[in-house]
């Protein structure tokens, strides 16, 4: 299994270009989490998804927006980059609910100038 | 929602030392408490977890304490080695849908 993977690793935006940042797991998860971890703080979740066709935000919703159509990928969108947006990005999925174990992506470092 | 603290925020030990690293929580309701270790250019790694029904729990050279009156959870790591030093965050979860993070610990363990 190769888990769960992200791409890109790296990206650079411009101020109001827009892009998608894609997760894929291939555990046959049904929950998966999108956080931002900013420098020497904690992870915060921006939304997350208990099963295909179903999503709700998290704690730093604005400026994101995400889709679950398959059970193995949540990809996660900005539509108007900010240089507030710079940070980098984990998905993560768990088996059953918010009390397991969840597994990361390696992260997309993503810088807005 | 739930706030979770973590201290300290840097901690350096000598090889062969013990590293405590201490986490708080302020939801009664959080039953589940995983420690993850991230390395530098990786994502999260779990090493260990406890549930709200048991006090404690080890593994090998790490270990974790509850205190559920407290509202408070430790990781303890003996032995140290070089190949710990990474950054360590706690979180805790009620069962619901969502985790919350500590801002994390960076641990150096000098040789």
């Known amino acids: 299994n190769a888990g769960v993977t992200q791409t890109p690793k790296f990206r650079i935006l411009k101020i109001g270009q827009s892009m998608t940042l894609q997760c894929a797991q291939d555990?046959?998860?049904?929950?998966m989490y999108w956080y931002r971890q900013d420098p020497g703080m904690g992870l915060k979740l921006i939304y997350y998804?208990?099963?295909?066709?179903?999503?709700d935000k998290g704690e730093v919703p604005n400026g994101y927006n995400v889709s679950r159509s398959t059970t193995e990928d949540f990809p996660l969108r900005l539509e108007l980059a900010a240089p507030s947006q710079t940070s980098v990005y984990f998905c993560a999925s768990t088996r059953i609910a918010g009390n397991n174990e969840q597994f990361f992506g390696p992260g997309t470092r993503l810088t807005v100038l | 929602g739930e706030n979770v603290e973590q201290h300290p925020s840097t901690l350096s030990v000598q090889e062969g030392d013990s590293a405590v690293i201490k986490c708080t929580y302020s939801?009664?309701?959080?039953?589940?408490f995983p420690w993850y270790k991230q390395e530098l250019g990786k994502g999260p790694q779990l090493i260990i977890d406890?549930?709200?029904?048991?006090g404690e729990k080890k593994d090998q050279r790490i270990a974790v304490t509850l205190n559920k009156t407290a509202k408070h959870f430790s990781l303890h790591i003996t032995e140290t080695q070089p190949e710990d030093s990474a950054v360590y965050f706690c979180a805790a979860s009620d069962s619901g849908n969502q985790f919350y993070f500590g801002t994390g610990t960076s641990l150096t363990v000098i040789p």
């Open positions: 998804s208990v099963g295909a066709g179903i999503t």
């Open positions: 555990m046959n998860h049904n929950y």
């Open positions: 406890i549930r709200s029904n048991v």
């Open positions: 939801d009664s309701a959080s039953n589940y």
